[in-house]
Nanobody
Framework: QVHVVEVGGGSVEAGGSLNLSCTAS?????????MGWFRQAPGKEREGLGA???????NVRESLKGRFTIAKDKVKNTLYLQMNNLKPEDTAMYYC???????????????WGQGTQVSVSS
């Protein structure tokens, strides 16, 4: 079983930056499981932000490229979400999740963190 814990979040003004981290533990496998970031704003559906697979290939949602970056420290089993030039519409609960396999293309995310709130004021 895989366990993930997010750290970071908070309140910033528009144009500011935040960095979230997510550390995975447990039976991560080799290569380690795919990990991804999601967010959900009140009244909206959950949105996938991007992910990194077990061999280090990553992707970021097209609409967020240029502002959001996802990276992984494979030694620490930690996934990062660097968010720059934040906008009020980025306000949401941000979640980290892991799949039960190393590739991200297929399969469901089965382990979810508790979420961390990001609030951006105008």
């Amino acid at each position: 079983q895989v366990h993930v814990v997010e750290v970071g979040g908070g309140s910033v003004e528009a144009g500011g930056s935040l960095n979230l981290s997510c550390t995975a533990s447990g039976d991560l496998g080799s290569p380690p499981v795919c990990m991804g970031w999601f967010r959900q704003a009140p009244g909206k559906e959950r949105e996938g932000l991007g992910a990194v697979d077990g061999i280090g290939r990553g992707n970021v949602r097209e609409s967020l490229k240029g502002r959001f970056t996802i990276a992984k420290d494979k030694v620490k089993n930690t996934l990062y979400l660097q968010m720059n030039n934040l906008k009020p519409e980025d306000t949401a609960m941000y979640y980290c999740a892991a799949k039960g396999k190393w590739w991200c293309d297929t399969g469901d995310y089965i382990s979810w963190g508790q979420g961390t709130q990001v609030s951006v004021s105008s």
